[in-house]
């Protein structure tokens, strides 16, 4: 409660102070009090203290509102906050989904923010059927105004694999809908030399930033469809559809305001207040998360994963349990209320069925040529941040001698560590401390493929041919209350290890959405794809665009595919102030 009555002090004192001071002050209190880390919370005072907080909004930028099977979904998230209507400092996480009439999500992805945007895309499968469809996009804290708190635009999905096709109207004539040309504001405008290209013709969109203002920005180049599709809302009027119902209920959502916040449970209780138990999980992958959480007296606790991890699997363990056998509960996402979306009735007109047609055909002809076109999507590794801080020393036992058991190759390789006696006679590691630090007697945190491993001595007897490297880090590490000198960290070959422990609880989580880099085909060696078709309708997309006072130049090229074509640049300004140009031009 001392976080939560300091909150309200500053609060009233500090009403005038600027929003980014606020976000300060949140940070500062935030790790003194624990129930800050709950996803959601009944506490009055907290949601009155919450209150001073901005609101957020959200505005997705994607490429085509209509869907068909082998094709790919692109989109950018852009969240705001309401009060200075600037990229959001707040949230660190936005969720988007795709659902279907029934209410059955398409797909769910979480998008870690940087300087609240974030980018990903989705490859439309088969099972995708021909419909309506709601695109919905939210961060934790706008699900207190409910599901019309939250980005919400329509989509049309054709597949032409289906027998039944109750979308198409026999009766209504073909429209292809609204091709006006906006192409400059009063802050940037779009050039291109012509507006006819031949096929696998060069194209260099200027964006002319005549008011060299600064900003964030992403844009799409993608066939227009010769049939009316649902309009896609735009940086300039996302947000008229947006209503928050002001809704009693229990659960109050507070903003992820360091990262995704895991809230889970353990049963029984704890009976001792005084000694309260800690619960550690660990993920695996290319970027590893290891993360520990004190439990409080209703059994809960609260995990913050602020980097991207790639991994799907997550393995929860309550430590120094052995007076008691707890069972591990991870609490799952609220889910979108759909009750309260409304799908609108898109008919199309029967004479669209050749078009349709010739996309399917083309979109099969794409991906049957994906391992050898230029298009293909590169997956940008993770950076692997270092997960421990200080100097570590690594050996890699294929570099040396092998031995039979750890404890030979402890005393004859790994310098820094060995192996000793605990109080209660049984061995266990024990790290050299660096020179000048405090020397506590104490043994040293022991993770074996990212898992804590309390009982040294079951490790001990692993195979030593087993293991593939240790690492030894000799700093002072603290974990809640628990004191450690030292870490040893230990890589086997086969990462079967983890198998052999008991009391671990596996629990599967979604990774988020990793950044990609987008290549498209580059037709400056033309003589290269002389023989390979190229049929794609998205020409262009490139979803980070960030302008500083300067014009900027992109170079795209042209396919097999004729008609018409449009550019679209949407963002945010420096200042808040939304950007919206379309351009378009044909292929003959």
Partial sequence: MYGVQMLNQTFGKSKNLKMN????????????????????????????????????????????????????????????????????ELSKVAYVALIDKSGEEVFKHKIYLENGVGASDFFIPNSVNSGHYKLVAYTQWMQNGGVKNSFRADLLSINPYQNEQDIIDTDKEISAGNLKDNNSDEFLSLSVPKTTYEKRGKINLEIINTEKITGNFSVSVNKLAEFEV????????????????????????????????????????????NRKPQVALSINGNQQIFRTSVVNNAGEFFLNLDEKFDGETALLQVLKDEDSEYKIQLR????????????????????????????SIHHQIENAYFEVRADSLAVAEIENKELYPGESQLYVLDNYTRFKTLEETFVEIIYLARIRKGEHGEPE?????????????????LLVDNVLVEDHSHFINYPSEKVESVEVFRNNFYLGPMVAQGLIRVKTLEGDYVESLD?????????????????????????????????RYQLFWLPQIELEEKNKSIEFFTSDVKGTFEISLEGFTRDGEPVSLKKQFEVK
């Fill in 332 to 359: 799952e996402k609220e889910k979108i209320n759909t009750s309260a979306l409304d799908f609108k009735d898109y008919k199309i007109s029967a004479e669209a069925t050749d078009e349709i047609l010739q996309r």
């Fill in 21 to 88: 001071n606020l976000f300060k002050i949140l940070l500062v209190f935030l790790p003194l009090c624990e129930m800050w880390a709950q996803p959601v919370t009944p506490n009055m005072q907290l949601q009155e203290s919450f209150k001073e907080l901005p609101q957020e909004k959200v505005f997705v930028h994607y490429n085509s509102s209509l869907l068909m099977p082998g094709t790919q979904f692109y989109y950018k998230v852009y969240v705001l906050n309401t009060a200075e209507n600037k990229l959001s």
């Fill in 429 to 445: 590691f024990r790290v050299s401390g660096i020179e000048n630090s405090l020397d506590y007697g104490l043994p040293p945190l």
């Fill in 230 to 273: 649902p309009e896609k809302p735009t940086s300039a009027n996302y947000g008229r559809n947006y209503e928050i119902d002001n809704k009693s209920t229990s659960e109050y959502f507070i903003p992820e305001l360091r990262g995704e916040l895991l809230m889970g449970s353990i049963s029984p209780r704890p009976i001792n207040s």
């Fill in 503 to 535: 009391k671990l609880t596996e629990i599967k989580i979604k990774s988020p959405q990793l950044n990609k880099n987008y290549s498209f085909q580059n037709y400056n060696q033309l003589e290269k794809f002389n023989r390979i078709p190229d049929f």
